[in-house]
């Protein structure tokens, strides 16, 4: 393949995402085309192999802040001069002759080589743990004041028969002879510059299994059950995902993956949230919010809270008892919200009827909606 059309080769594109994607986008796509290409997983199959290497060159350099930025400028520049470059030199002169003097493997071999010609970058070994998801419904106390849960995780860990190595127990790989161990190679592409991949011998492991593991194949790999007790913070929201790091899956002299929690908070019968505070809605007699009442309101960890209604109190007014919420993540406690609705009978017996009609003579010819009349408005 000629340099100009493997520099330009759309890495982006590749692992599916924009030019503008974060190094988390990346980490997360390249994760899932491995998983899913992996030749471990696809064995014999040659698209899938084919597939798992480009996805891997595309990683090596978008994964790097500093190779990201070298790969986009000489994207731009072989945008500008594409069809140009012939051989290094190009119709704009050999190096050494006239025009142009550069060397294009020198140009872009800090991208793909390591620094130039015939270099290889070798990578590190070990296998980091898998990122795992699961879900867990929680009470709406325990979203408040928070909880540790009990979770039962499935996932691939290293096998318990080769403890990870793929191999029979007995024996142990070898290290492989075409990368050395590093798991990658190199060469040139056009004769012009380097380029890193995962060896095809030893499929990126760096390690050649020649008497397989009879339980996980050789892969080293083996689906694992286990139970794991995961802190819920206070103030947790119905739907929120939380990163728990270290708590994924187990890695092979890397670190273990992370777990991300997404969390199902159910409904409570008297509370709602807002904010860091409870929220509660109390109902109240038509009496106690004209004459004035003190009431007891129920409080989310058992014991009532006292609440002065004063003289005139209206419908939907609210009042705070404060220290009597939740849990907060700094450590205090949030406040208890308390809105009063006032209730209208929806039936008068005769003497609750008289009392309400002699109400209604007492208070005569005053309007209460006087202040949005059609004069108040206009």
Not at 133 to 141: D, G, H, L, Y
Request: with cysteine; glycine share 14%.
């Amino acid at each position: 393949m000629p340099a100009s059309d493997w520099a330009t080769k759309d890495f982006y594109k590749t692992l599916g995402v924009s030019k503008d994607a974060t190094q988390a986008d990346i980490k997360k796509a390249y994760r899932k085309l491995a998983r899913a290409n992996h030749p471990d997983s696809n064995p014999g199959n040659k698209a899938a192999e084919d597939r798992f290497k480009e996805v891997s060159e595309a990683y090596a350099v978008l994964s790097s802040p500093d190779k990201r930025k070298e790969y986009d400028e000489q994207r731009t520049l072989f945008g500008q001069f594409k069809g140009g470059f012939q051989g290094g030199g190009g119709p704009y002169g050999p190096p050494g002759g006239p025009g142009v003097d550069f060397d294009l493997g020198d140009l872009l071999g800090g991208i793909f080589g390591g620094g130039g010609r015939g270099r290889t970058r070798r990578q590190p070994q070990g296998r980091r743990g898998d990122d795992l998801e699961t879900e867990a419904s929680i009470t709406f106390q325990q979203a408040v004041d928070g909880a540790t849960l009990p979770l039962r995780m499935t996932s691939d860990e290293a096998c318990p028969t080769c403890h990870g190595t793929g191999a029979k127990p007995g024996t142990v790989p070898k290290v492989c002879s075409k990368c050395q161990g590093s798991g990658m190679q190199t060469g040139t592409v056009g004769g012009v510059f380097a380029m890193t991949e995962p060896c095809d011998q030893c499929r990126g492991r760096g390690m050649v299994v020649e008497d397989p593991c009879a339980t996980c194949r050789g892969s080293g790999r083996a689906p694992s059950s286990r139970t794991l007790q995961v802190r819920v913070p206070p103030g947790v929201r119905d739907g929120q995902r939380i990163r728990l790091k270290g708590k994924g899956g187990r890695g092979e002299g890397a670190p273990d993956g992370d777990l991300y929690l997404m969390v199902h908070v159910e409904k409570h019968s008297l509370f709602a949230r807002k904010g860091d505070h409870l929220t509660i809605t109390v109902p109240v007699a038509f009496d106690e919010a004209a004459l004035g009442a003190t009431i007891s309101v129920p409080t989310l960890d058992g014991p009532t809270v006292s609440i002065r209604i004063p003289a005139g109190t209206p419908s939907g007014r609210t009042f705070r008892a404060r220290g009597k919420g939740g849990a907060t993540r700094s450590g205090g406690r949030g406040d208890l919200l308390v809105t009063i609705d006032v209730q209208v009978p929806a039936e008068l017996d005769d003497e609750s009827r008289a009392a309400v009609e002699a109400l209604r003579a007492a208070r005569g010819n005053t309007d209460p909606r006087a202040t949005i009349s059609t004069e108040a408005v206009s």
